[in-house]
């Protein structure tokens, strides 16, 4: 794939993201996609479905605002693209209650490409950092 395209579909899928369209989410998945937050309990999700619940959840308990380019890598069927997102967090993040708080944290997103869609994606946080600012006084 062009980077054009990988372009394209990551800004199709943090457009949803950011709207919650969690079927917009997914829409540019593959059905055999494989979704993996690493450390999320439920640990790597498989299938469009389970990717779903997952944006259902997330989109239900935190609101992005922005997510900043930091630094990006493309090869031929991938992406690895470092961001720093912004937020506020009505709900719970990683287990944690966010009161509405607004937080920033890196995060990194590796994305697979196959067939013109993404077939995985997998994703690091930040979490001593987001567990930081939302325990903070």
């Known amino acids: 794939m062009q980077r054009e395209e ?15 369209d969690t079927d917009g989410c997914v829409a540019m998945y593959t059905d055999d996609v494989v979704h993996d937050v690493v ?26 605002e922005e997510m900043k380019v ?4 493309y090869g031929p069927d991938f992406a690895v693209i470092e961001h720093i997102w912004t937020g506020t967090v ?6 944690v209650p966010g009161n509405g708080k607004r937080i920033s944290f ?18 690091w946080l930040d979490g001593a950092d987001i567990v930081a600012q939302l325990t903070a006084a």
């Open 6 to 20: 990988i372009d394209r579909l990551i800004e199709e899928h943090l457009k949803a993201e950011f709207a919650g």
């Open 39 to 64: 450390g999320w309990p439920q640990g790597p999700m498989n299938g469009k479905q389970q990717a779903k619940g997952f944006y259902d959840f997330l989109t239900s308990n935190i609101k992005s």
């Open 90 to 95: 009505p709900g719970e993040f990683l287990g």
């Open 106 to 123: 890196r995060m990194l997103h590796v994305w697979e490409f196959k067939e013109g869609k993404m077939s995985r994606e997998n994703v």
């Open 70 to 73: 930091v630094h990006s890598y």
